[in-house]
């Protein structure tokens, strides 16, 4: 029967699947029957040895593919996970940190609430470490402008109306500081803990970590939202939340003292101090809430002098400066040591 002659129904049932199409399509050609292969047998499947025999050939040949001289689309995988290690490994000491920044040093010599050459100032250091890739968020304080604690009582303010006043305050100063980092071209977001859409967004985590992943600069206004909490406390959750390495307390003093420099003349700066020393010998270096929540989540604290020059670029980057807080030297031996221990005893 020839394929593009008419096909009764009833012929079709005794014709090969393949009849059938060809005579409904008579254009297509005629598909060929491939010849039975031989069953394969144990002796003719490739060893292990062959497959390594076979691997080491490629490796040696280079970019050289099985495809005669045709270039090949994608590099070897080693290569790719080669340059995978080389992107993730990191040039500074800390990727993402957050800086603190309290009211009082952004007031300078108190001349004026806001001191425009201190805000020029901490915007012309973040800008030059912004641009190698660290990421930086900032918390405001707003001692410069109204200081809740300090009003509490007065003329019937409770302490509670008082600290959402000086949340306020943060927030002035976090909208001025916007205004200085975009004048020089630097992008950044103001998120308050309560709203004011028209002037600033609202606290949402993941949408301020993507802002820190495209390279904005994020500062945080109006503390934690909540009254009898404080801005260091602030400072200390934003940077659990957002998975930030550092903790950066930018202060009108060099450090940490041994006692306090304007009583004690002979008062000398201390290099590394751990959680607990600042909890016994209360060293008024950050309220123990957020000594705490540091402590908890292992986040370290650098407290440094922010009207010395190139102190914050200093601090970003991870080089020596003022006074770290974390765990020290003694206690990470313990630390490594009890690890060790667990290992052995895993093993």
Known sequence: MAA????????????????????????SARPQRRAPQPPLSLAATPSRASFAAAAAAA???GSSSSYGNQTPLMPPFSRLMLDEGSRSK?????????????????????????DPKVTMAIAREVASVTKLGVEVAIVVGGGNIFRGASWAGCSGLDRSSADYIGMMATVMNAIFLQATMESIGIPTRVQTAFRISEVAEPYIRRRAIRHLEKGRVVIFAAGTGNPFFTTDTAAALRCAEINAEVVLKATNV?????ADPKREPNARILETVSYNEVI?????VMDMTAVTLCQENNIPVVVFNLQNTGNIAKAIVGEKVGTFIGCTRNQDQSTEGALDQEKRLVK
Request: glycine share 6%; charged share 20%.
């Open 280 to 284: 016994s010998r209360d060293l008024s």
């Open 254 to 258: 060099d450090g940490v003292y041994d």
């Open 4 to 27: 593009g002659a008419a096909v009764s129904p009833f012929s079709l049932l005794r014709l090969p699947s393949y009849t059938y199409l060809t005579s409904l399509h008579p254009s």
């Open 90 to 114: 990191k040039p500074y000491k800390w990727q993402r940190v957050l800086l603190k920044v309290s009211g009082e040093a952004l007031a300078g010599d108190h001349t004026e609430n806001i």
């Open 59 to 61: 490796s040696d040949n």
